[in-house]
């Protein structure tokens, strides 16, 4: 449950500053099939994968977590 959340929350953060999923994949050092899965909520994302993801949508940490 917790991989989904972190997922739709990366999605719609993602969409929210209108960046493809390739490029953000880029940007954040995975393939896209593992954003993909990411943001399907298959696969949790690390802590530092975390954080690289925040800091390229600008965001502080606590809004992907939902604090």
């Known amino acids: 449950m917790e991989e989904n ?3 739709r929350r990366i999605r719609a953060f993602r969409k929210l500053k209108r960046i493809q ?3 953000f994949a880029k940007h954040i050092g995975i393939s896209v099939t593992i954003l ?6 298959e696969k949790k994302p690390s802590e530092e ?3 690289t993801i925040a ?3 600008q965001i502080d940490i606590k809004e ?3 604090e």
């Not at 993909?36 to 909520?41: A, D, L």
């Open 5 to 7: 959340q972190y997922g």
């Open 21 to 23: 999923q390739t490029e």
């Open 36 to 41: 993909g899965r990411i943001e399907r909520g």
């Open 49 to 51: 994968q975390l954080q």
């Open 55 to 57: 800091d390229v949508l």
């Open 64 to 66: 992907l977590k939902g």
